[in-house]
C-alpha cells in the first residue's frame, strides 16, 4: 500500500515513492520465485464483448515476434475479408492461416454444411496441434461450433486433455463451456460495457475486421 503523500513537499514525496517502489520490487521478486516454469498454455477468451479474436490475434502477433511459429484456423468465420488474414499471410513461412468455417450460420442458412466445415475444421485444427513444427496453435471461433453442436465438446476436450505440452492453444468464441474453461490454464471473459453499432454505427473496418 502506498504512503499518503497528501501535504507533502515534493522532494519528500519522491523520496517516500522511491521507498515504496523498493518494498514494491522485493515483493514481486520473492513473489516471483516462487512460480515455477511450465509448457504451453490452454487459453479460452469468451464472453458477449468484443476482443475475443483482437486479443488472441495479438497473442499471436507477440508469439511471431518471438521466431514461433503459428498455426491459425477460422471457424463459422467465412471468406469475407479481415485485416488479421491480409497481415499473417505476409509471413507464409511463418504462419499457416486456414479459414474454414463457411459464413455466419444466418448467412448460410444450412446446417449440414455448417456441420461438414466445423468438422472438418476441427480435424485440420488437431493435425497443427500434433505438429511438432508449431509453437501456437489459434482455434479461432471454435466455441460457436461447440455451442451449436456442430463439433462434440467431449470429443474436444478429450484431445486437449492429452495434447502436447510443449504449445499454446487459445480458443476464442463467446459461450465457452464449462467443461472446456475447467481444463484451460487461462480463461478471460469479455464483458461489453459500450459498443458503436449499439448506437447505430457499422462495423468499422481496421478495429472488428
Known amino acids: 500500500m502506498s504512503t499518503p503523500t497528501d501535504g507533502l513537499a515534493e522532494?519528500?514525496?519522491?523520496?517516500?515513492?522511491?521507498?515504496?517502489?523498493?518494498?514494491?520490487?522485493?515483493?514481486?521478486?520473492?513473489?516471483?520465485?516462487?512460480?515455477?516454469?511450465?509448457?504451453?498454455?490452454l487459453m479460452v477468451l469468451t464472453g458477449p464483448g468484443k476482443g475475443k479474436s483482437s486479443s488472441a490475434f495479438g497473442m499471436v502477433a507477440r508469439a511471431l515476434g518471438w521466431d514461433m511459429r503459428i498455426g491459425i484456423v477460422q471457424f463459422i468465420k467465412g471468406k469475407w475479408q479481415t485485416g488479421e488474414k491480409h497481415f499473417f499471410r505476409r509471413f507464409p513461412e511463418a504462419v499457416t492461416f486456414?479459414?474454414?468455417?463457411?459464413?455466419?450460420t444466418w448467412d448460410v442458412q444450412d446446417r449440414q454444411?455448417?456441420?461438414?466445415?466445423?468438422?472438418?475444421?476441427?480435424q485440420r485444427s488437431c493435425e497443427l496441434i500434433l505438429d511438432p513444427e508449431y509453437d501456437f496453435v489459434l482455434l479461432d471461433e471454435l466455441n460457436i461450433a461447440i455451442r451449436n453442436d456442430y463439433v462434440s465438446i467431449d470429443e474436444v476436450v478429450a484431445?486437449?486433455?492429452?495434447?502436447?505440452?510443449?504449445?499454446?492453444?487459445?480458443?476464442?468464441?463467446?459461450?465457452?463451456?464449462?467443461?472446456?474453461?475447467?481444463?484451460?490454464d487461462l480463461v478471460t471473459e469479455m464483458t461489453p460495457i459500450k459498443h458503436p453499432y449499439e448506437a447505430g454505427f457499422k462495423p468499422q473496418r481496421g478495429v472488428e475486421f
Request: aromatic share 4%; hydrophobic share 35%; net charge positive.
Open 11 to 41: 522532494a519528500e514525496k519522491d523520496r517516500l515513492h522511491a521507498e515504496d517502489m523498493k518494498l514494491r520490487q522485493a515483493e514481486r521478486r520473492a513473489e516471483r520465485a516462487t512460480k515455477k516454469e511450465r509448457g504451453g498454455l
Open 98 to 104: 486456414e479459414v474454414m468455417g463457411e459464413g455466419f
Open 113 to 122: 454444411r455448417d456441420i461438414a466445415a466445423a468438422q472438418k475444421a476441427w
Open 159 to 184: 484431445f486437449l486433455k492429452n495434447r502436447p505440452r510443449d504449445k499454446h492453444i487459445c480458443i476464442t468464441g463467446r459461450d465457452a463451456r464449462p467443461q472446456l474453461t475447467e481444463i484451460a
